[in-house]
């Protein structure tokens, strides 16, 4: 579920995966272009996790991410 959100809202999550991983430059972000596997193995490269922390860290900001923009869109009574 969250590579399909990765993938599908890359344009979005882009801008603050930059603030999440600051390691990342904006050459490498342009080549993980949402893809899942890419991203995690920049992550392991730049922060020597490992693919299971990596992946975790990822999905848990996607996770968040998602969370914030559905209290946004939340209707209001």
Do not use: C, H
């Given at each position: 579920m969250n590579k399909d959100i990765l993938q599908g809202q890359w344009k979005q999550i882009r801008g603050e995966a930059k603030?999440?991983?600051g390691k990342l430059?904006?050459?490498d972000?342009?080549?993980a272009a949402?893809?899942?596997d890419v991203l995690t193995?920049?992550?392991q490269?730049?922060?020597g996790y490992t693919r299971e922390?990596?992946?975790n860290e990822i999905d848990k900001r996607i996770t968040e991410f998602e969370?914030?923009?559905k209290t946004k869109t939340k209707p209001t009574s």
């Amino acid at each position: 579920m969250n590579k399909d959100i990765l993938q599908g809202q890359w344009k979005q999550i882009r801008g603050e995966a930059k603030s999440w991983w600051g390691k990342l430059t904006d050459d490498d972000l342009e080549r993980a272009a949402g893809k899942y596997d890419v991203l995690t193995g920049m992550l392991q490269e730049k922060y020597g996790y490992t693919r299971e922390i990596a992946a975790n860290e990822i999905d848990k900001r996607i996770t968040e991410f998602e969370d914030r923009l559905k209290t946004k869109t939340k209707p209001t009574s």
